[in-house]
């Protein structure tokens, strides 16, 4: 029997402010407004570019906890895998501030790394020609 496909993931990310994020991703990254909730001073939205996805959401109970700051060596929140990590639009690659510049990595990806306002920190690349 064939076993269903996962055609994608979405990470899930607390943030301070759902408009400021959606705002970074759209104007940094070229991502798209998928939803948000409500219209005006949204609590929660999805915001995309191609088959990738971040599920936003705000609580001014909650603040967001990337996970490079529960522990140093968990540095990534979320990995966008890309064949050709430098291929990124020439635009993009100037707006974004990148945390780590296209690099082999340590633990055998290579690629770039971007925070966003709320320090959580996406991967963009692919496992390393050098790796196991």
């Known amino acids: 029997m064939a076993r269903a496909k996962t055609q994608a993931i979405s990470p899930c990310f607390i943030v301070s402010n759902v408009d400021q994020t959606i705002a970074f991703y759209r104007d940094k990254l070229g991502f798209e ?7 005006q001073a949204p609590f929660f939205g999805i915001i995309g570019r191609d088959g990738a996805q971040i599920f936003i959401k705000s609580d001014k109970a909650v603040s967001p906890l990337p996970n490079s700051r529960r522990h140093p060596f968990m540095r990534l929140d979320a990995l966008s895998t890309r064949q050709t990590p430098m291929r990124w639009p020439p635009n993009l690659r100037n707006m974004a501030a990148f945390s780590a510049p296209l690099k082999d990595t340590h633990d055998g990806l290579r690629g770039f790394e971007i925070r966003d306002p709320d320090g959580y920190v996406l991967f963009f690349g692919r496992p390393s020609p050098e790796a196991p």
Do not use: A, I
């Open 33 to 39: 407004t998928r939803f948000r909730e409500p219209e």
